[in-house]
């Protein structure tokens, strides 16, 4: 009686194998949860306005926006006037901070994000890479609109 064999795989074809899988899984749930964060924002504290969730962080904020932040953590946790004051005053004082930190970071950002792009890129077929592009031109569109009105 002879026993069936199962038949085997080379160990360089798994590996390629696995590491292929893993990569579009990884891009698959990268793109599913990029989409996730940016159309259903919790609030207008946490929303992003682009087509990366740190491109917000990146952003200096208008003095719109920074009101609007103040008001509506106000109203969230029931500030008082004193409350609310030095919250503007944290604000204030911390807004240059963050502008000398934003300029710091930005360039290692961008090129990261840049180069993730460019990955998924590589994972897609013609078609989805240009579609893939319109998304992220359309996503800009959006952010730029978004960021004007008030």
Known sequence: MTALRKPEVPARSLAIIVIAATIIASVVAGVAIDRVLLRAPTSTILADTGFHPLSSALRTPTPEERRRLRNELAREL????????????????????????????????????SDVRSDMEQ?????????????????ADLARRMSSTP
């Open 123 to 139: 994972v897609l077929t013609p078609a989805q890479r240009e579609r893939f592009r319109r998304l992220r031109m359309h996503d």
């Open 78 to 113: 029931n500030l008082t006037a004193a409350q609310d004051s030095a919250f503007d005053a944290i604000m204030r004082q911390r807004a240059g901070e963050f502008s000398a930190l934003r300029e710091e970071i930005r360039p290692r950002v961008e090129r990261l994000v």
